[in-house]
């Protein structure tokens, strides 16, 4: 008798682990893709030979690939992408992930080019040994590339920017921050064929000059985020062009030392920005600022760090147009506004709930 009631106990258990579980787990897969980590995904391959076919057979399990900051990166990647599971993958993130070189990205396109195919985004971050090669060798395997970022890359130039560009038609979201040696000629070759681009990070690019940027102003007229932090050789006739950016909702323009209020009052033109940096602008006066908040009425980000030509005056102007959506507010450093302790910042601004975006 007993041994009957073993038997049926341990086969609704195995029934339980058969059917139960995997069922559990895709409903788990279907909503919540997202919340595992790979080595989570792996451990729990491990568990059961039910379990491990459920989470094979969920495909949106295995559509991101993520090695950041890790070490032998380019070896695991390949690893990886030479896995059956992998072939549909649609985001990879090497973000500052060590050992990752030109050869490893070549060896990619040949190896592992079909798994590459439904890619859209792709972060090489501080990936500071890739050059224009291994640019050319892993952008050709992506035709379906969106959001492309090699933030801190000293060693891609012109050349790398514009393989990119002849390899992924659709990228709509570009970071090349710190990319020193992209010029004009690289923008030129953004704006020639990327009329959707949204989103586009120039930080520290400083071989770019006014006639690039102006290039780019007058043909990508969708981009909603416009980075140029840290860029100071720009002009007011650079700067004037901003205002064709009728969709623009973000704008850092740090130490745009050659920004004037009439170019500011050029860019207020930009009715949709809800955030802007205009830390050490340190030609803007309250001319310009009061020209913003005449006609840039969402804000809800507004660095005036270290600018010394602005007064109390420019934040009542803006406290009647944004009082209730600015949240983040940086006057630090305005010696010309008197009221700046947090409680009369409050008094103008209360939903204000950060006031300081620069140390």
């Known amino acids: 008798m007993e041994e009957t009631e073993r038997e049926i106990e341990e086969g609704k258990h195995e029934i339980w682990c058969r059917e139960t579980v995997p069922q559990v787990m895709k409903l788990v897969c279907s909503s919540l893709p997202l919340t595992l980590s790979q080595t989570d995904l792996i451990s729990l391959l491990l568990v059961s030979p039910w379990l491990n076919r459920i989470l094979l057979s969920s495909q949106p399990l295995w559509q991101s690939l993520s090695f950041r900051e890790s070490n032998n990166a ?38 592992c080019f079909e798994s590459l195919q439904c890619l859209e985004s792709l972060n090489l971050n501080g990936c500071q040994k890739i050059s224009d090669t291994g640019i050319e060798a892993i952008t050709s395997c992506c035709p379906q590339l969106k959001i492309f970022s090699i933030y801190w890359n000293v060693r891609v130039t012109d050349t ?40 586009l990070n120039l930080t520290r690019c400083v071989k770019i000059t006014d006639d690039g940027l102006k ?38 323009l740090c130490g745009a030392q050659n920004l004037s209020d009439e170019g500011l009052s ?25 020209s913003i908040a005449q006609h840039c009425t969402s804000l809800e980000f507004l660095s005036l760090f270290g600018i010394t030509g602005v007064t109390d005056k420019c934040l009542e102007e803006l406290s009647k147009s944004c009082s209730d959506k600015i949240t983040t507010l940086d006057v630090n450093g305005c010696i010309g506004i008197k009221r700046r302790s947090r409680e ?11 006031f300081k975006v620069h140390s």
């Open 266 to 290: 050029c860019i207020s033109k930009c009715k949709n920005l809800t955030s802007l940096d205009l830390t050490w602008c340190v030609r803007v006066t309250d001319k310009g600022v009061i």
């Open 74 to 111: 380019g070896n695991r990647l390949i690893a990886a992408l030479s896995l059956p599971r992998y072939r549909h993958v649609k985001k990879i993130d090497l973000e500052f992930a060590r050992d990752v070189e030109d050869s490893h990205l070549i060896l990619i396109k040949q190896k």
């Open 215 to 252: 290039q780019l102003l007058h043909k990508c007229l969708s981009l909603q985020s416009l980075n140029l932090y840290a860029l100071s050789s720009f002009t007011d006739e650079a700067y004037k062009k901003i205002c064709l950016l009728e969709h623009l909702k973000f704008l850092d």
């Open 344 to 354: 009369e910042l409050l008094q103008l601004f209360p939903n204000l709930k950060c």
């Open 160 to 199: 790398g920017l514009k393989q990119t560009v002849q390899n992924c038609k659709h990228i709509v979201d570009l970071n090349i921050s710190g990319c020193k040696n992209i010029s004009d000629h690289g923008l030129q070759c953004v704006a020639d064929n990327y009329p959707e681009l949204v989103s």
